[in-house]
């Protein structure tokens, strides 16, 4: 079952989505008129989904918006008003997966919840590529290193200090990157001597 907070400072629209949300099998887990609030019951208890009106009495929705964004706390659909000028900059945000405009529809705020739904599976899956591909680039430059360090230390060739970290990396069964580690580490303490690794 998803999750869901509420931050709506309309008492009737609130009692609506909520009644809604129900009803498509959510789980609404909190709710609050006010922007600070929110922030304590979306960390305390990590709801799936927030959905968010664009008019928070007494606050300043681009800043806790802002909030959400940078600290990833769940995605968001907004609840946009038509006439609000700041609503193209909130949409901006990283946060917001989907949105839905005032008054509400029932059947746009349904593909609204499964847009928002849908694009935060994908955001996921883009940030851990993002973050393999990284870790990828790190290691190719950990070797790159500890290959320069052989070649100078032991005067191997590229291809052969390649194949020695390759031949240490399958008799230790542990990936090249630690090897490779390693030998930058032993570097920098015999920077004169020679490579430890055999």
Not at 33 to 41: N, Q
Not at 42 to 62: C, F, K, W, Y
Not at 148 to 167: D, K, P, V
């Amino acid at each position: 079952m998803m999750t869901v907070v509420l931050i709506c400072s309309n008492k009737g629209l609130r009692h609506r989505l909520r009644e809604l949300l129900r009803a498509w099998g959510w789980a609404v887990i909190g709710e609050t008129a006010t922007g600070p609030e929110s922030l304590r019951f979306i960390r305390s208890r990590q709801p799936d989904l927030i959905i968010m009106d664009d008019e928070l009495a007494g606050t300043n929705v681009s800043q806790l918006m802002d909030v959400i964004s940078q600290d990833r706390l769940a995605p968001v659909l907004l609840l946009l008003s038509p006439n609000n000028r700041w609503g193209e900059e909130l949409l901006r945000r990283s946060a917001v997966m989907a949105a839905v405009s005032k008054p509400l529809n029932e059947a746009d705020f349904y593909l609204a919840v499964l847009l928002a739904e849908a694009n935060f599976s994908k955001f996921n899956v883009l940030e851990l590529e993002i973050s393999r591909l990284q870790d990828q680039l790190q290691a190719r430059k950990v070797i790159e290193r500890a290959k320069g360090i052989l070649m100078e230390t032991l005067g191997l060739s590229e291809q052969e200090a390649y194949r020695r970290m390759q031949r240490e990396s399958m008799e230790r069964r542990t990936s090249m990157r630690a090897i490779a580690e390693a030998i930058i580490t032993a570097q920098k303490f015999y920077p004169q001597g020679r490579s430890k690794s055999k």
